[in-house]
Nanobody
Framework: VQLQASGGGLVQAGESLRLSCAAS????????IAWYRQAPGKQRESVAL???????NYADSAKGRFAISRDNAKNTVYLEMNSLKPEDTAVYYC?????????WGQGTQVTVSS
């Protein structure tokens, strides 16, 4: 399994970005796709996840502002991020979770200026 994250960039506070995570290889309906982020000097933290059936879960910091969605036909997961704040600045990673195994993509930098 390979994951390719894209869509990061530099935006001002209050603006939006959409991240994409394209998966290749053997993708199963039971796979969960998640977005994590890691800010400088901080631990990587979960942002949002979506199951193969479309169930979602969000970190408190993402609720009401971020939306995760999944296009199974394209093996792609999106993270729509609205009302961005400077504290959202981080490297964002997507991960495929299969049982206890994590498959990580490379990160994409999101920088939010005040």
């Amino acid at each position: 399994v390979q994951l390719q994250a894209s869509g990061g960039g530099l935006v001002q506070a209050g603006e939006s970005l959409r991240l994409s995570c394209a998966a290749s290889g053997s993708i199963f309906s039971g796979d969960v796709i998640a977005w994590y982020r890691q800010a400088p000097g901080k631990q990587r933290e979960s942002v949002a996840l979506i199951s193969g059936g479309g169930s979602t879960n969000y970190a408190d910091s993402a609720k009401g502002r971020f939306a995760i969605s999944r296009d199974n036909a394209k093996n792609t997961v999106y993270l729509e991020m609205n009302s961005l704040k400077p504290e959202d600045t981080a490297v964002y990673y997507c991960a495929l979770i299969r049982g206890l195994a994590f498959y990580w993509g490379q990160g994409t930098q999101v920088t939010v200026s005040s």
